[in-house]
């Protein structure tokens, strides 16, 4: 069995209740591009202003080379989503909105809410057994959503 098979596998595990499963579908995207958000609203050293390269810009780089590694399909879909959180917090500068107090406060919403589902599932968050899993929640909604368009992962 696959590595990302494997993972995706064990992370299903602690998500099989419906509300759970719900809340995770709307939570999981949403810190994804809410951290992204706060990496993006640390201050920049000058070489980086100059350069208009963020935080969020580095980091991005190390996640999505772990995504390509399990799966390439997976890779490809998160550097999609992780071009539309770039996307979102161009808007909500446009819109002249603090990016770093708007994601702040919807990281805490969805926590939140995330550890309401797992309450409601009766199981502890994967994480807590293993960090590796803050990245696999992402990837296992992107592999579920590709098997809905008939994308193998």
């Known amino acids: 069995m696959r590595e990302i098979d494997i993972l995706l596998n064990e992370y299903g595990q602690s998500h099989q209740n419906?509300?759970?499963?719900?809340?995770?579908?709307?939570?999981v995207p949403a810190i994804y591009f809410v951290t992204l958000g706060l990496l993006y609203s640390i201050?920049?050293?000058d070489l980086m202003v100059k350069y208009d390269v963020t935080f969020a810009h580095i980091a991005v780089i190390p996640a999505l080379y772990y995504y390509f590694k399990l799966s390439g399909p997976i890779g490809a879909a998160m550097t999609l989503m992780s071009m539309l959180g770039f996307y979102f917090i161009g808007v909500l500068e446009e819109q002249l909105i603090s990016v770093w107090q708007f994601s702040l406060a919807l990281f805490v919403v969805m926590w939140i809410l995330q550890f309401i589902g797992h309450h409601i599932e009766g199981k502890k968050p994967s994480f807590f057994k293993d960090l590796q899993f803050l990245l696999i929640g992402p990837a296992w909604l992107v592999a579920a959503w590709l098997k809905k368009i008939n994308i193998q992962y």
């Open 43 to 45: 201050p920049q050293a």
């Open 18 to 27: 419906k509300t759970n499963k719900l809340i995770h579908n709307i939570a």
